[in-house]
T-cell receptor, first 115, second 115 residues
Framework: AQSVTQLDSHVSVSEGTPVLLRCNYSSSYSPSLFWYVQHPNKGLQLLLKYTSAATLVKGINGFEAEFKKSETSFHLTKPSAHMSDAAEYFCVVSDRSSNTGKLIFGQGTTLQVKP | DGGITQSPKYLFRKEGQNVTLSCEQNLNHDAMYWYRQDPGQGLRLIYYSQIVNDFQKGDIAEGYSVSREKKESFPLTVTSAQKNPTAFYLC??????????????FGDGTRLSIL
């Protein structure tokens, strides 16, 4: 079975300081992993994806994530938070047990950015 | 601009009433998905379709129905059998080729409430 666990339901940072959103995954297969962002009352926007190429993945808006197989982690980072980064972030794994394109979502992490 | 359009943005349901949420995409994607999002929870899959005139139940299909008569359209009906329909509903689509690794593209959602 595949799953993702987002280790923090809420993260608060000050503007200009680094962001770290933590995600651990469980998968019997070599996983495909994604990070999505959701602003209030909006749909989800893809930040970045890992599909067994480079372990350090760069995404949009200065975000990046590192795939660490030994730690089964895929943490999302950004060097300097901006007010516009305040949103809900979802770590997602592709369901590779079937060829259906199904995604399995974490519970989400709310990022608060203080001025 | 290609994308996914969900309508209406807000919808209210009376007791015993069926309501239909619209989802249209012009991305030429074969696969489409419906998710339900409740506060503090990740997304849960209701139904998905990989090809016209075919669809499968997701994890929480009870009380919902769908159709896929056209590639571009995947409407969701919330029936009176769904006793707790208040939620944010998201529609998504993706390409089929190599679909296990494909990200999904999301609409901006429909918020359904009970009158």
């Amino acid at each position: 079975a595949q799953s993702v666990t987002q280790l923090d339901s809420h993260v608060s940072v000050s503007e200009g300081t680094p962001v770290l959103l933590r995600c651990n995954y469980s998968s019997s297969y070599s996983p495909s992993l994604f990070w999505y962002v959701q602003h209030p009352n909006k749909g989800l926007q893809l930040l970045l994806k890992y599909t067994s190429a480079a372990t350090l993945v760069k995404g949009i808006n200065g975000f990046e994530a590192e795939f660490k197989k030994s730690e089964t982690s895929f943490h999302l980072t950004k060097p300097s938070a901006h007010m516009s980064d305040a949103a809900e972030y979802f770590c997602v794994v592709s369901d590779r047990s079937s060829n259906t394109g199904k995604l399995i979502f974490g519970q989400g992490t709310t990022l608060q950015v203080k001025p | 601009d290609g994308g996914i359009t969900q309508s209406p943005k807000y919808l209210f349901r009376k007791e015993g009433q069926n309501v239909t949420l619209s989802c249209e995409q012009n991305l030429n994607h074969d696969a489409m998905y419906w998710y339900r999002q409740d506060p503090g929870q990740g997304l849960r899959l209701i139904y998905y379709s990989q090809i016209v005139n075919d669809f499968q139940k997701g994890d929480i299909a009870e009380g919902y129905s769908v159709s896929r008569e056209k590639k571009e359209s995947f409407p969701l009906t919330v029936t009176s059998a769904q006793k707790n329909p208040t939620a944010f509903y998201l529609c998504a689509s993706s390409i089929v080729q190599g679909m296990r690794d494909q990200p999904q593209h999301f609409g901006d959602g429909t918020r359904l409430s009970i009158l």
